[in-house]
Structure formats: structure tokens, C-alpha cells
């Protein structure tokens, strides 16, 4: 799984959500930190390193809030680049997707949101290098079957907003119905739950996570290919991006990635059939 996720999205580049609790970390700090790659880092605030997130994220972060975290395939990468910034403390604040996405959330660090990397994107906040490859997956209840384009543009379809599934679904897919559009990837999960949508669009690793949650409830029954690419946003101007994209291809390159995704996600990406419109 570790090499065929990330290795050729990180050796080629070298790779939706919850409440509304934005940042509040205080001011700048004028202390700077030394990363393992040996680029300088100044945090927000003095020896922390503060991460921002969209809860829930099945398999990405596990637990529903900031305080319940206790793992997870992006809180891993978040202690990774805290032990690598010599850094004593980790702050997990939880924000709106939408508002993360449209960089208007301040004081923190880095934001680890399974965030696909886009232009429109770029002209509002700076990614690092990419850490996680991902397309488009179908999650649906057990037992409905979407073996073509066809049987897919015939459901109810449920989206998170912001995300680039609800762009895919409405510029690509084209479905016969317009697709309900939620703010929270918890509130469509539970849509899909109780009938009010016959499948949800996500990425697949985020789905995959869902139905390994769901105990058999739900599962993921196709994906569509669309070369997505994760990466960490960072406030725009940021001069952190060399010391942590250092740590990231540390990462790749030493194997830790991989070991993430086998603890913490919910199945193979590959071996979910693929539709093409």
C-alpha cells in the first residue's frame, strides 16, 4: 500500500468536515526552530507546533475532537514533524473546511486536512510538497450495486462542500439529480446512513476509512481517477515550507509514510474497480 500511494506522488513531486472552531493560538513567536533537514522553523507560538484540521477524518485522524485525537495517518505526520522540529508541544485545532480552503484561518502552522492540492486553491494559501495520492470513491450502503457511469449518474448523490468530490459530481459526473450538499463530512455520512442519499463522494482512502468504521454497513464500491495529490496548506507567505517539506521526503524516503497508511487506513485504493465517464 505505502508504495503504491505515495511513492510515485512524492518522488514525482520530488503528496471533506467538521465544526466550526477556529485557531486561537496568540501571537507570533520570534523563536525559531531548526528542523531535521536543517531549515530554520518559526512556529506561532513559542516551542508548539500548531496543526489545523477538519473533524471527523476517519483513518486521517481518529477521534471526533482536538482532545479525543489518539492517532491517525496525518496526526502521525503531525508528531513526526514535531519530533523533527525539536519542538515540546503538539496543538490540534479543529476548522471549517470551507474557511481553510479559502485561507481564512490564521494562527497556525500547518493544516493537515486531506486537502487536494489545486490552482484555485493556490492563490489563497501555499501547500507543501505532496504527501498522500488519492482519487474520487463511491461510498454507498451494502449491497448497492454501481458497476457502470450509467448506474452511478442514476443515484442520489451526497457531497461535502468545498471539496473537489462535489466538483466532480456536478462538473463530471452530471447525475440525473442534483446532489445534496453537506457542510459536515460527519452529516453526510449519516445522510447515507438513513437513506437520504444512495452514495456519498469522497476520497477514496476517506472513504474506504468510513466503511471499515461502518461494521459492515457501508462499503466502497467504485472510484474514479483523478490523479489527486494531498498536501499541507500553510498561511500564504509562509516561510516554513523548506523545513517541512524536508521532513515530508524524510518521510517518504525512510518508509514512515508507508507504515502510516498500513496502521491507520481502511483497505487497498487499488483494488476498488474504477469507473470512467
Avoid: H
Wanted: aromatic fraction near 8%; charged fraction near 20%.
Amino acid at each position: 500500500l505505502g508504495a503504491v500511494l505515495f511513492a510515485g506522488a512524492l518522488v514525482a513531486s520530488l503528496v471533506a468536515c467538521g465544526d466550526d472552531d477556529d485557531a486561537e493560538t496568540g501571537g507570533s513567536s520570534d523563536t525559531s526552530a531548526e528542523g531535521s533537514g536543517g531549515a530554520d522553523f518559526t512556529p506561532v507560538t513559542d516551542d508548539t507546533l500548531t496543526v489545523v484540521t477538519s473533524l471527523p477524518a476517519p483513518g486521517f485522524w481518529k477521534g471526533d475532537d482536538p482532545d479525543s485525537i489518539t492517532g491517525g495517518y496525518e496526526y502521525e505526520i503531525a508528531k513526526a514533524l514535531q519530533d523533527r522540529l525539536n519542538l515540546s508541544d503538539l496543538k490540534i485545532v479543529n476548522v471549517s473546511f470551507d474557511q481553510l480552503v479559502a485561507g481564512q484561518v490564521g494562527d497556525f502552522d500547518v493544516a493537515l486536512s486531506q486537502v487536494t492540492i489545486t490552482d484555485e486553491r493556490k492563490e489563497v494559501v501555499d501547500f507543501t510538497e505532496p504527501y498522500f495520492a488519492s482519487d474520487q470513491g463511491v461510498l454507498v450502503q451494502a449491497g448497492t450495486e454501481v458497476e457502470t457511469v450509467e448506474d452511478a449518474q442514476a443515484l442520489q448523490w451526497g457531497v461535502q462542500s468545498g471539496t473537489t468530490g462535489a466538483d466532480y459530481v456536478a462538473d463530471v459526473l452530471q447525475p440525473e439529480q442534483e446532489a445534496q450538499v453537506f457542510q459536515a463530512l460527519d452529516a453526510g455520512f449519516a445522510a447515507l446512513e438513513a437513506g437520504q442519499v444512495d452514495a456519498f463522494m469522497m476520497d477514496t482512502a476517506i472513504v474506504l476509512a468510513q466503511a471499515a468504521e461502518s461494521g459492515g454497513s457501508q462499503e466502497v464500491v467504485a472510484q474514479f481517477k483523478t490523479g489527486e495529490e494531498y498536501g499541507g496548506i500553510l498561511p500564504k507567505g509562509s516561510d516554513n515550507a523548506d523545513a517541512i517539506n524536508a521532513i515530508l521526503t524524510e518521510l517518504e524516503a525512510d518508509g514512515s509514510l508507508g507504515e502510516f497508511a498500513e496502521e491507520w487506513l481502511g483497505g487497498d485504493p487499488t483494488a476498488i474497480p474504477v469507473l470512467t465517464p
